[in-house]
């Protein structure tokens, strides 16, 4: 393997990284195909071309988030996380499963999957923060941030296989079917966390237990201007942004007028935008602020081309770019803000990064879905086009006010470096 190759797959070295990755890319293709056959569903079966309804089904899949934040954080910081997931991943599979057999007898309605909505919110809610605190067990400190953002890749390059599958599947045998394959596919990432050799875990000390948890985690970002800034950007990108499922059906369905398979196809374009910026942020050696404000920059000029785009493929070609840009801030985000957190406190504050990511969603996707609804799809994508620029405006803020603080990470230790020769340092290992 070439220098810079091996530079960018390193993480891949380590046994139990691999085992995890091998799993979950299986469950990442089964999870969009799934998320793909679902949009199909609500917008073209059970309901009209409503995309309010599907904003409705990303607010109850996203909303747990915020409802469970006091406890998901909690989770992930004094549970055991391999135990953690091997339960949620459990529960996701089996979710998928009575949805896939609502489905397959005919019997599925609206509500059934407004409900089962929510329930895999909930799941996720406990799944998500455990699963990327996860990571720092698997690799430890020094691969840390490679190891996140081939995660990144394996989630893209589902996402660029799963749509365009779901798209050929539900034409030929329908969605329920395509949820009972998301089912069976769980059983790769339950298999590949029963395989991890445990002695090779790069476990720490459980924090104490604390009636303050949640709340010591909110001083704790408090008290740090770069995260602050990081999560304002991320709740601008998040609510306004990140509702690609609404962007595409209703531009694919209203505007082109395209079929199952060519919705799925977008979707699959888009994965290719995605799985090159997650790459891209492999080969670096540290995340830097600077990345996510230049990727919410570009973001926002993605989603002005994509909203003038005039026909299929030109729209297409605009989705590559958000993809790259999307990928550029959520991997950079993630690196950052769990290298430059205390072990003790990374679970908690992924948790309330998760919240205000995905919450946001939860928030903005019923009046994204509205604006389709009611003024069309493409002052939609304006509307992502202006959350864009607003984050790189609030990241172009706090560098002209804190151009004196430095964020340093030197042998696994975080050092934040102050002019007034302060210093706030970080045991990260």
């Known amino acids: 393997m070439s220098g810079p190759a091996k530079g960018t797959f390193r993480s891949l070295a380590n046994f139990n990284y691999r085992i995890w990755a091998g799993g979950a890319i299986v469950s990442n293709v089964g999870t969009w195909m799934q998320r793909t056959a679902q949009d199909w569903l609500v917008l073209t079966q059970l309901t009209h071309n409503n ?9 109850l899949q996203f909303a747990p988030q915020i409802l469970l934040l006091p406890w998901t954080g909690f989770a992930a910081d004094h549970l055991d996380r391999r135990k953690l997931l091997l339960a949620t991943q459990a529960a996701m599979g089996l979710l998928a499963l009575g949805l896939g057999l609502l489905t397959v007898a005919g019997l599925v309605q609206l509500w059934h999957v407004y409900v089962f909505a929510f329930l895999l919110g909930c799941t ?3 799944d998500a923060p455990a699963r990327q605190t996860f ?3 698997l690799v430890g400190e020094t691969d840390l941030s490679n190891a996140v953002a081939l995660n990144s890749t394996s989630f893209n390059v589902a996402r660029m296989i799963g749509p365009a599958v779901a798209g050929a599947l539900i034409a030929s045998v329908g969605s329920g079917w395509v949820f009972l394959i998301n089912a069976a596919s769980f059983a790769a990432v339950l298999a590949s966390l029963g395989l991890l050799r445990l002695s090779e875990l790069h476990l720490k000390d459980k924090t104490q237990r604390s009636r303050g948890s949640l709340a010591e985690g909110f001083a704790y970002v408090w008290k ?3 995260l602050k800034a990081i999560l304002l950007m991320l709740f601008l990108i998040g609510t306004f942004g990140l509702n690609f499922p609404i962007f595409i059906s209703t531009m694919s369905v209203s505007v082109f007028h395209a079929g199952a398979g060519q919705y799925g196809l977008l979707t699959s374009t888009m994965a290719i935008g995605s799985v090159t910026g997650a790459l891209l942020a492999a080969r670096r050696e540290q995340p830097r602020l600077a990345f996510l404000l230049a990727g919410a920059a570009i973001f926002g000029f993605g989603f002005s081309l994509a909203a003038i785009m005039p026909n299929y493929w030109l729209f297409g070609l605009a ?3 958000i993809g790259v840009s999307a990928q550029t801030m959520t991997t950079s985000t993630i690196g950052l803000v769990q290298l430059s957190t205390e072990p ?5 504050v992924m948790a309330i990064l998760l919240a205000i990511t995905l919450g946001g969603t939860a928030l903005g996707a019923p009046v994204v879905g509205w604006v389709a609804d009611d003024v069309g799809p493409r002052w939609a994508l304006g509307v992502a086009a202006i959350a864009g620029f607003a984050a790189a405006l609030v990241g172009v803020r706090y560098l002209a006010r804190y151009r004196h603080l430095r964020v340093r990470i030197e ?10 020769g302060k210093a706030e340092p970080a045991e990260a290992g």
Do not use: K, N, Q
């Open 51 to 59: 995309a309010t309804a599907m904003g409705v089904v990303m607010a």
């Open 124 to 126: 996720t809610a406990f």
């Open 411 to 420: 042998a696994g230790r975080l050092r934040v470096d102050l002019d007034d």
């Open 135 to 137: 990571v720092s067990d």
């Open 319 to 321: 989705l590559i770019v």
């Open 224 to 226: 740090r201007p770069d």
């Open 344 to 348: 003790a406190m990374r679970g908690r």
